[in-house]
């Protein structure tokens, strides 16, 4: 079995959800050698997470946008910790409900992702400059 590693840093995104699998496929060539495997992708931040949802409709990453920022409003008066700005709290629940990780089966060669899934950043905070991930890939 063998096992590769990049980080590399993401270009910056405005706030919102952002497709990033052809990202991580052009900085990780060594998934085409793996016939069978895992890809795990970690994001080095807690203001930013990662998930796995619909690739096609861009609709859909506007309405997850605008769910979050309902469910995780800025400017809550229980928030502490707003020393970065109005974004800051809210970036770090939202974070941490979608998690700071994905694993994504591989096989032949790719990423097995199912035919509407792609991998999203999750874009929190209103200026961020590009985000740090580490892909580790596993696999024979």
Not at 91 to 104: C, E, M, R
Not at 111 to 117: C, E, M
């Amino acid at each position: 079995m063998s096992w590769y590693q990049h980080t590399f840093r993401l270009p910056s995104f405005k706030r919102g959800f952002h497709l990033i699998t052809h990202l991580i496929e052009s900085n990780v060539a060594e998934i085409q050698k793996v016939g069978i495997g895992l890809a795990h992708v970690f994001i080095h931040h807690t203001s930013a997470g990662l998930t796995l949802n619909e690739n096609a409709d861009p609709t859909v990453r506007v309405d997850f946008e605008s769910h979050f920022n309902k469910m995780v409003p800025e400017n809550a008066p229980y928030y502490r910790h707003t020393y970065e700005g109005s974004d800051d709290m809210p970036a770090h629940i939202k974070a941490s409900l979608l998690g700071s990780s994905v694993t994504i089966p591989i096989s032949n060669g790719r990423l097995n992702l199912g035919t509407w899934q792609g991998v999203y950043l999750c874009e929190h905070r209103n200026h961020a400059s590009g985000r740090r991930i580490t892909v580790t890939v596993q696999g024979e």
